[in-house]
């Protein structure tokens, strides 16, 4: 079955510098990545997602990057503001827009703070 | 804008003793997923729904846990009975099918003593 690697586990960067978050997965046949932020005691809400027929996808101050040879996929958020403060998760599915969502298999977190 | 519902929100149990946790999707949402997200983990799923049927309940420990959605609607996690180490956050979540983004209910946050 799918696996997710996440690293790093923490992350500490001053508010303005920019953030990376990586993922490795193991499953090729893996088509669609999603990352969540969950706030604490709050429920995880997607930021951004991307597809494996994607190689980039940006919103705003966050984007994804996916190589799909090497099987991994990154989260960069720039201009860090302290509201970034959050754990990250990321996953991958075998999804299909007719079957719909598959099961997500997430990686184990990033508690990323952002220090004023 | 329509969110996943779930009660309680905090359950607190000794071990042996049943649990029932319940889950109410946006409406409209043919799939719903139960994970358990243990502290400082990321979420694994525990069994999928497509309607009433179950499409995945691989990772469910069936000796104890117990999952339904008889109407295809909202539905109800069992745990009977509790053990220590199911102490965790039980999330639901719910996605429209041919929609792979899911979204997710604020947690019952379960703690056997």
């Known amino acids: 079955g799918e696996n997710v690697e996440q690293h790093p586990s923490t992350l500490s960067v001053q508010e303005g510098d920019s953030a990376v978050i990586k993922c490795t997965y193991s499953d090729s046949a893996s088509n669609y990545f999603p990352w969540y932020k969950q706030e604490l005691g709050k429920r995880p809400q997607l930021i951004i997602d991307i597809r494996s027929n994607v190689g980039e996808k940006k919103?705003?101050?966050?984007?994804v990057t996916l190589n799909k040879t090497a099987k991994h996929f990154s989260l960069h958020i720039t201009e860090t503001q302290p509201e970034d403060s959050a754990v990250y998760f990321c996953a991958a599915s075998l999804g299909t827009l007719i079957q719909g969502a598959q099961k997500l298999v997430f990686g184990q977190g990033t508690r990323l703070t952002i220090n004023p | 804008e329509a969110e996943v519902a779930q009660s309680p929100r905090y359950k607190i149990t000794e071990k042996s003793q049943a649990v029932a946790f319940w889950c109410d999707p946006i409406s409209g949402h043919a799939?719903?997923?139960?994970?358990r997200q243990i502290l400082g983990q990321g979420p694994e799923l525990l069994v999928q729904f497509q309607d009433e049927s179950v499409v995945d309940d691989?990772?469910?420990?069936?000796?104890?846990?117990?999952?339904?959605?008889?109407k295809g609607v909202d539905s109800t996690l069992k745990i009977q009975p509790a053990e220590l180490g199911d102490s965790a956050m039980y999330l639901c979540a719910s996605s429209q099918e041919g929609n792979n983004e899911q979204f997710f209910?604020?947690?019952?946050?379960?703690?056997?003593?």
């Open chain 1, 59 to 63: 919103d705003q101050r966050i984007a």
């Open chain 2, 31 to 35: 799939t719903l997923y139960w994970y």
């Open chain 2, 58 to 70: 691989s990772q469910l420990p069936k000796d104890r846990f117990s999952a339904e959605r008889l």
């Open chain 2, 105 to 113: 209910g604020p947690g019952t946050r379960l703690t056997v003593l």
